[in-house]
């Protein structure tokens, strides 16, 4: 069946662009363009781009000036015959486009239908069109680069590589198992245990690999935490460079979650401004500071703020036990005023962590704490280094599942277990990393994974 779609953005833009897949691509083309210069669209004009008009035949109604191209199949995205229009951007005319392409034989295309033919067709393996959705939503330049090394071949070649290790372990196992009387060399456990290693190592490589990609994947969740009116809000605006967040000297302003996206040379954050951390009789208020003691338990890093110009209050205390066992960067704010609370103290209290001078307001220290987050990045508390990062979560599963059947396959090796109880766990650890690349997954799988494209692509 042939498929259409908007594949541009819904809305005011230079041009919109109708897209068109599948057999009838090109007789569909001709049924609505009509050439100033060429009578019809052929295979002679192949990727060529042509000029013209949308016309509704039926009515006799012009559509749109136009530009139209016709690529032949399989030397397409989806590997069948395609045909894009190119016209006025705005959603009257692709719309209208749209309509009269669908009046012509073809259907409206599902969430992910063109990324999911060129799957089917052979053009991409499933962990490189799912890097294609990832390209798309990409917050920073860093992510955009690791879902174009996942498109480009190099998460589904390491997966290649380990696969084939497992089926040559797997083809000798049967081997000795099918033909025992044959003059065949037998399988020694001493070489299934060498080659088991290898596999267990290269899928730790990647699960190592996770944590830093799940960051680039989503943002580092990265929470603000302090009582109220230590300028929690006021970092906020400042990160930002924006006014985001309202910033009164009224305690309890901040009742709700507040998250922000923010890139710190290449470090996409997720920002999180919290209600401040204290006992209220506010009903509301009460409820934001209890969502903002639940989002530190899902942080990655908290930025804990306390004024320097008060001494530590009980709410002060109760915060510098919630990050006890957390990733945090401290804020020592209100630097300017008259300080009661020391470095020295606070030091006493936190550890070794580092403490930064600042002053919200007159926008000092704000540069030290970007510095710190690039650090604690750049130096493997979060990030692993690696040419193939792992950054999606059903990726991350099925690397964990196959890890679990080639430790299990190691035990068994090491104990003499018969050599076709060993197959098994091998089988089941080939099988979990062709899930990844989309060589044994099933059709519901499928579904649900292209199920979060948009319709276009």
């Known amino acids: 069946m042939t498929i259409a779609a908007i594949s541009t953005s819904i809305g005011e833009a230079g041009i919109g662009i109708v897209r068109i897949s599948g057999k009838k691509s090109l007789d569909i083309g001709n049924k609505i363009f009509r050439g100033n210069k060429v009578e019809k669209l052929d295979k002679s004009l192949n990727r060529r781009l042509v000029y013209g008009h949308i016309v509704d035949g039926e009515r006799d109604l012009l559509i749109d000036e136009v530009l139209i191209s016709f690529m032949a199949g399989p030397n397409t995205y989806t590997r069948e015959d395609m045909v894009e229009v190119y016209c006025h951007g705005g959603i009257i005319s692709v719309r209208k486009v749209l309509d009269l392409v669908l009046r012509n034989g073809a259907r409206i295309a599902e969430a992910g239908e063109f990324t999911k033919r060129a799957f089917l067709n052979g053009r991409l393996d499933l962990s490189q069109a799912e890097a294609v959705i990832d390209m798309i939503r990409a917050k920073t330049d860093k992510s955009f680069e690791a879902s174009l090394g996942q498109l480009e071949g190099s998460l589904s070649n390491k997966v290649k590589n380990i696969r084939n290790i497992l089926l040559e372990m797997i083809a000798h196992v049967e081997v000795s198992i099918d033909f025992p009387d044959e003059d065949i060399e037998e399988v020694t456990y001493e070489d299934l245990e060498r080659s088991a290693y290898t596999v267990k190592e290269e899928i730790e490589k990647l699960l190592s690999t996770s944590q ?30 924006e006014n985001r967040a309202i910033v009164t000297n009224i305690p309890g302003t901040t009742r709700d979650i507040i998250e922000e996206y923010i890139n710190i040379d290449g470090i ?93 307001e007159l926008g ?30 059903r990726h991350k599963s099925l690397l964990e599942k196959a890890l679990e059947n080639i430790s299990q396959a190691l035990i068994d ?27 044994t997954v099933g059709e519901d799988i499928l579904d649900k994974i292209f199920a979060e494209f948009c319709i276009g692509k």
Do not use: H, M
Not at 213 to 233: A, E, F
Not at 273 to 287: K, N, P, S, Y
């Open 212 to 241: 830093r990609g799940r960051i680039l994947r989503d943002g580092l969740n990265t929470v603000i935490l302090g009582k109220p009116n230590v300028g929690k809000s006021s970092l906020l605006n400042a990160i930002l460079r």
């Open 268 to 360: 996409p954050l997720k920002i999180v401004d919290t209600a401040g951390i204290r006992v209220t009789e506010d009903v509301v208020e009460q409820i934001g500071v209890n969502k903002a003691k639940e989002t530190v338990e899902k942080a990655d890093l908290i930025i804990a703020i306390f004024d320097g110009s008060r001494e530590l209050s009980e709410e002060d205390f109760e915060i510098i036990d919630l990050i006890k066992d957390k990733k945090s960067i401290i804020l020592l704010n209100k630097t300017d005023l008259p300080l009661k609370l020391t470095r020295a103290y606070l030091k006493s209290l936190l550890g070794e962590r580092e403490i930064i001078d600042s002053s919200i």
């Open 364 to 393: 000092t220290g704000l540069d030290i704490l970007e510095k710190n987050i690039k650090e604690l990045f750049y130096s493997g508390q979060v990030e692993i280094n690696s040419d193939t990062i792992v950054t999606n979560i």
């Open 413 to 439: 090796i090491k104990s003499n277990v018969p050599i076709d109880c060993i197959e098994v766990d091998l089988r089941n650890c080939w099988e979990d990393l062709g899930e990844i690349s989309g060589d």
